[in-house]
T-cell receptor
Framework: EPEVTQTPSHQVTQMGQEVILRCVPI?????FYWYRQILGQKVEFLVS????????KSEIFDDQFSVERPDGSNFTLKIRSTKLEDSAMYFC????????????FGPGTRLTVL | AQSVAQPEDQVNVAEGNPLTVKCTYS??????LFWYVQYPNRGLQFLLK??????LVKGSYGFEAEFNKSQTSFHLKKPSALVSDSALYFC?????????????FGGGTRLMVKP
């Protein structure tokens, strides 16, 4: 069964450094998403991406964040200058279409900012 | 704006007993509703969804959920709990009239099934 994969599983970085989190969505899916979950809190939507552009973003997704689909398989989340409060689990998800299809989540990348 | 409430942080049930994990939602239109489960150090696994049609939906691992429009609820149920069902359960809602397909999650309910 196809799965969403994410690398790395754990990333440790210093405050102010740039990080890139990588995801490989399910191959025939057209919509891609990033969510995050700060330890002990709820899962929060960051951004959705379709047809090589952002279709929706939350207020969390400020200028420090960017997303890209650099090739036919990868989907990346970049944080330009990490802050302590960016420490969280970041989940990538994908779905086939926008309407009724399920979003399937990857295993997550745990980002620790020191 | 859409929102989800899971009023119980934790639900304890004995193995073999029925379980219910509660979820209520708020959305402007007709909702799309989802349940996901998260095991330790794992991602979110899809259990079931309600889009339209029969109010009782059946999903993976024997779970089911009932959509109740008048009570704006979508409670997750299972007739006979297993110890292996112990995990964190998230309810999520999507407003089909909103752009971008954003899911809004509840705070999660930890299910503990004791032998």
């Amino acid at each position: 069964e196809p799965e969403v994969t994410q690398t790395p599983s754990h990333q440790v970085t210093q405050m102010g450094q740039e990080v890139i989190l990588r995801c490989v969505p399910i191959s025939n899916h057209l919509y891609f998403y990033w969510y995050r979950q700060i330890l002990g809190q709820k899962v929060e939507f960051l951004v959705s991406f379709y047809n090589n552009e952002i279709s929706e973003k939350s207020e969390i997704f400020d200028d420090q964040f960017s997303v890209e689909r650099p090739d036919g398989s990868n989907f990346t989340l970049k944080i330009r200058s990490t802050k302590l409060e960016d420490s969280a689990m970041y989940f990538c998800a994908s779905s086939r279409r926008q309407t009724t299809d399920t979003q399937y989540f990857g295993p997550g990348t745990r980002l620790t900012v020191l | 704006a859409q929102s989800v409430a899971q009023p119980e942080d934790q639900v304890n049930v004995a193995e073999g007993n029925p379980l219910t994990v509660k979820c209520t939602y708020s959305v402007s239109g007709n909702p799309y509703l989802f349940w996901y489960v998260q095991y330790p150090n794992r991602g979110l696994q899809f259990l079931l969804k309600y889009i339209t049609g029969d109010n009782l939906v059946k999903g993976s691992y024997g779970f089911e959920a009932e959509f109740n429009k008048s009570q704006t609820s979508f409670h997750l149920k299972k007739p006979s709990a297993l110890v292996s069902d112990s995990a964190l359960y998230f309810c999520a809602v999507r407003d089909p009239d909103a752009a971008g397909n954003m899911l809004t999650f509840g705070g999660g309910t930890r299910l503990m099934v004791k032998p």
